[in-house]
């Protein structure tokens, strides 16, 4: 039987991918290679909803999808079937985490269950994270996940960035924008926030043809200013559809 290589795993969970007549045969094999998974999920559907959930049925191991992820040495709790999460972007979140200084304001517009914040607020103790997200249940796990990795410095706030952000003012020295299906429509209320000189980190999916030039020409509707300092592809959603990361100075 041909069965496909690749899965994710997160935590004790392995994620495939494949018809639901393969699933039986795939949970076996990956159980039997991988001694530390004790569930098997395969998607159900596409990531979908404001809140990007790729749901999941159990197929094989102990009847969960709440598990314990560790990366860049944090450890996050998280439902796979209440908040998106993604172990793919592990290198991604430390390449944005090094750049972060001593004693910046930061604001992680799309936080989930925390993996970019609260790394940040690992590394950098006297820095402040303001991490957004509007799903409650993502919100409910990254306050778990603040006392779980011991961290006193990242503030949970629940609701629409756009509200949100509305109360915050002028504190950020750096923005997270890691929702590349829709980071552009946010980029008006980056401007309500960003200090001056801000860098802010904004994701999208590009095509082939459109790197990064579709990026940029995004942000320079709201920035006309803005200078850019990096373009990073940093994931495939699909063949060919790229997952980037632009860093931009607002100017
Ligand atoms: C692609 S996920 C990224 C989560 C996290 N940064 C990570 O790396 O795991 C995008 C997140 O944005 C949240 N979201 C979508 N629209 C939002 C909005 N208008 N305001 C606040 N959060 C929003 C979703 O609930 C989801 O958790």
Redesign the pocket.
Known sequence: MNLPRAFDIVGDIAVVNVEPDLEAAMAQKVMEQNKRVKVVVNKIGKTGG???IQRVKVVAGEGRTETLHKENGCRFKLDLNR????PR?SSERLRIAEQVGERETVVD?????G??SILIAKRRPKSEVYA????ED?VSYLKDNIRLNKVDNVIALWG???DVCEKLGKVADRVIM???EGSGEFLGVVGKIAKRGCVVHFYCFLSDDELFDAGVEIIRKVFPKAKVLNKVVCGERAPGIHRVCIDFNVG
């Open positions: 404001v809140e990007r908040v998106f999460f993604t972007l517009m799309f936080s989930g269950v993996p970019f957004v997200d509007v799903n993502a629409d960035v756009s890691n929702l590349p």
